[in-house]
């Protein structure tokens, strides 16, 4: 692959990290003002096991998507690496595989904390 093409899909691939971030944002939303408004207080344990649920599996998929994104970036950066004459984008985009190594870790770390403050927004008291 040419270098605008290398640049073009990796745009591509971090649009698809930030994208797979809305629906767990707007589940976490709604545990949160459920929460917040002490609606698991009085439901049944149905109700929170399945609001923990839908947070998991929307997680879950949401880190799957993430996480295959900064796989493919990593090797797209390796890729740009080896163009002829890069650009200095491209040596800059190229240069920050830590960043994306780093993120990968993020996403794990977070997302386990995240819901661990969920199943406690949930199930506490």
Do not use: H
């Given at each position: 692959m040419d270098e605008k093409t290398l640049i073009k899909q990796w745009n591509v691939?971090?649009?698809?990290?930030?994208?797979?971030q809305v629906a767990p944002a707007l589940v976490l939303i709604g545990v949160m003002v459920l929460a917040t408004a002490g609606f698991f207080e009085s439901a049944s344990d149905s109700a929170k096991f399945l609001a923990l649920g839908v947070a998991a599996v929307t997680g879950i998929l949401a880190t799957i998507s993430q996480y295959a994104a900064v796989r493919e970036g990593e090797a797209l950066l390796v890729d740009l690496g080896k163009v002829d004459k890069p650009s200095a984008l491209s040596r800059k985009?190229?240069?920050?595989?830590?960043?994306?190594?780093l993120s990968a870790i993020a996403i794990i770390a977070f997302d386990i904390a995240i819901f661990a403050l969920v199943v406690w927004a949930v199930l506490g008291n």
């Amino acid at each position: 692959m040419d270098e605008k093409t290398l640049i073009k899909q990796w745009n591509v691939l971090r649009a698809q990290i930030i994208q797979a971030q809305v629906a767990p944002a707007l589940v976490l939303i709604g545990v949160m003002v459920l929460a917040t408004a002490g609606f698991f207080e009085s439901a049944s344990d149905s109700a929170k096991f399945l609001a923990l649920g839908v947070a998991a599996v929307t997680g879950i998929l949401a880190t799957i998507s993430q996480y295959a994104a900064v796989r493919e970036g990593e090797a797209l950066l390796v890729d740009l690496g080896k163009v002829d004459k890069p650009s200095a984008l491209s040596r800059k985009i190229a240069g920050s595989r830590g960043l994306i190594s780093l993120s990968a870790i993020a996403i794990i770390a977070f997302d386990i904390a995240i819901f661990a403050l969920v199943v406690w927004a949930v199930l506490g008291n």
